[in-house]
């Protein structure tokens, strides 16, 4: 920093701050929150702040957030649902814990992928050397499919399987 210069970051990060007020009042309808990405542009730090104090006020059951946000690590660390939307379409809408734990990718060669079901395969992607699907029961997969990868999913290839991939 140059000598006269500021450092605008804490009063950056102040700004972001301040609109968070209304996500923490009800209207008069008792309308859950909204708030629309709450933890952009942040630092780490303070994004794990702002998430803490999101969840210290949904620990009341009569409150609630309706979060928008493309960081799915903060999706992962409040929400209690997820909904994925593309140019206004629903596309899924799940609780988290299901996301998480349920579903998997196989990651297989083209005839294991001919050898399964349709139904099993939520969306795919083929990849030079594989193909990527995406299954919501990774479990029964690997016991059905003994000699085919599936391994944990996170959000974000969720996500990319749902807008990228095909579907059968």
Not at 121 to 129: A, G, H, P, V
Request: glycine share 4%; proline share 4%.
């Amino acid at each position: 920093m140059r000598k006269g210069q500021t450092s605008h970051k804490k009063e950056h990060n102040t700004r972001m701050c301040f609109p968070l007020k209304p996500v923490f009042t009800r209207d008069k309808g008792e309308l859950p929150n909204f708030i629309d990405e709450a933890t952009s542009g942040l630092d780490p730090v303070m994004r794990d702040e702002i998430l803490d104090i999101f969840l210290d006020f949904v620990q009341d059951e009569e409150h609630s957030i309706l979060v928008s946000s493309h960081i799915t690590s903060d999706l992962e660390k409040i929400a209690d649902y997820i909904t994925f939307i593309d140019n206004g379409r629903v596309l899924m809408s799940k609780p988290k814990d299901e996301l998480i734990y349920e579903y998997g990718i196989a990651r297989c060669k083209e005839s294991q992928f001919l050898q399964m079901n349709q139904s099993e395969i939520l969306t795919y992607r083929k990849q030079e050397y594989q193909y990527e699907v995406l299954v919501d029961h990774k479990e029964q997969i690997k016991r059905k499919y003994p000699d085919m990868v599936v391994d944990h999913a996170t959000l974000d290839e969720i996500m990319l399987l749902y807008i990228k991939g095909e579907r059968k």
